[in-house]
């Protein structure tokens, strides 16, 4: 089939790589033309595991091309997907402005037949806003709209879309429900078909849902630290529950992203719009932000004084195999520290470019490696889980550092090895140091 994604950030340019990579005939339209620059150029503007190659290939077997046009692309695609932001207000609830304006674009473009999809996370009821735009600029317009949302988790995108675990979309029309499936007949997955609103709301309550998991295990957390319990087994023990499972119940810093802090505040708000106030996820919140108050909390015990004291942060995105630092707790508690007058030396994998766009300060220095961040420091945190950062030599890293103490806020090490290494070594709900 020919398929349009109009936006080509995380979800619209993973999404058309492995769409090519099945077999369709697809094209990717953006309208910042630096971005499709360097795409036509080869490269890849954003870091994720085995999307670069996928691109690659498929730029290279004709079945992957990059545009600027709107028109070109709606030309193109039997189905056109609207995978553009839909970043939060300041109340948030969403801001669909990216979305109206792609329905806008659209509607002159529309020739013949056409499935319009919202791959977009959107509130409910936004499908029967992009149809009465693009009716209001193209009367006589032939389309129907449906509903598809995306369930891809960054630093597994690919894996997520080759081999879903299910495949979700909302239509109340048989002529588009038809297109979507033979979209979607070269993924062997689980199938479930929709209304509209149903698929929209599916999205916000799936991420809320495991946003709940993460928070209530971070409040079990707080009571094992006082219990003396070990957050580690308790959780093992919850998840051999098949009822409910281990996934997502990983004691931390709080969850954090582009994803899930935006569609939960986007759900609270779309609850109280229909006059159902969630107020379970407002507390779900509430835990999520007292989690790294916390955490500092801690450190600010053990140092006593936070001001010009010489800190390393190892990790910067929200979590590994990505390079996004949208809404990461880790930049969050960095931009903490260095209020309260510490000096902060940062590394992260995959994320060092982004955050040199970032302005963190002067009190906030980023360096080339773990090892250099920690040098000379009073105290270690690790905020984001990258593998690499338990195979570091922390015998090596203990003797560089001015003194021992090592603030865990992923439970990433091993409490026994560490304090074996001369640490002073905390995590979160792991009983006391």
């Known amino acids: 089939m020919k398929l349009t994604l109009i936006g080509s950030g995380y979800v619209g340019l993973t999404t058309g790589a492995c769409f090519a990579e099945v077999g369709h005939e697809v094209m990717c339209v953006d309208n910042d033309t630096g971005k499709i620059a360097t795409l036509l150029r080869g490269e890849i503007p954003i870091y994720e595991p085995g999307l670069a190659d996928l691109v690659t290939q498929n730029v290279a077997a004709g079945r992957l091309s990059f545009t600027t046009s709107t028109e070109e692309g709606v030309d193109h695609g039997e189905v056109v997907f609207i995978a553009v932001p839909t970043p939060p207000n300041p109340d948030g609830s969403v801001d669909l402005k990216f979305i109206e304006k792609v329905a806008r674009e ?165 609850s109280e719009q229909l006059g159902v106030p969630f107020d379970l996820l407002k507390e779900v919140q509430r835990i999520n932000r007292r989690q790294i108050d916390r955490f500092i909390d801690r450190i600010r015990k053990a140092l006593w004084v936070l001001e010009e004291k010489r800190i390393a942060v190892w990790g910067l ?84 550092m001015l003194s021992p103490l090592l603030f865990d806020g992923r439970n990433l090490l091993a409490p026994g090895t560490m304090r074996g290494h001369g640490f002073d070594y905390h995590s979160i709900g792991r009983g006391a140091p």
């Open 106 to 270: 659209i509607a002159p473009c529309l020739k013949e037949y056409k499935v319009i999809v919202d791959k977009s996370t959107v509130p409910v009821k936004t499908g029967e806003k992009v149809a009465e735009t693009i009716l209001r600029y193209a009367p006589s317009a032939e389309f129907d709209v449906v509903s598809n949302p995306e369930f891809l988790r960054e630093g597994s995108a690919v894996a997520d879309l080759m081999k879903p675990d299910r495949i979700v979309f909302g239509s109340n029309s048989d002529r588009a429900s038809a297109l979507m499936k033979k979209v979607y007949e070269p993924f062997v997955a689980p199938l479930l078909v929709t209304d509209i609103a149903s698929a929209e709301l599916i999205k916000h309550a799936a991420n809320s849902f495991l946003a709940l998991k993460i928070s209530y295990i971070n409040a079990i957390s707080e009571i094992c630290e006082a219990s003396g319990a070990d957050v580690e087994l308790v959780a093992e023990g919850i998840g051999m529950d098949t009822r409910i499972g281990r996934a997502f119940l990983n004691a931390g810093l709080g969850y954090g992203g582009s994803c899930f802090p935006k569609d939960i505040a986007a759900f609270i708000a779309i």
């Open 317 to 400: 995105t929200f979590k590994p195999d990505t390079d996004d630092l949208r809404c990461s707790v880790a930049v969050d508690l960095v931009e903490r520290l260095a209020a309260e007058g510490a000096v902060v030396t940062a590394y992260d994998p995959k994320g060092m470019e982004r955050a040199r766009e970032l302005p963190l300060g002067s009190k906030i220095r980023l360096v080339a490696s773990p090892e250099e961040a920690a040098v000379g420091v009073e105290a270690l945190v690790i905020a984001t889980e990258w593998p690499e950062f338990a195979r570091v030599d922390f015998r090596k890293v203990r003797q560089s």
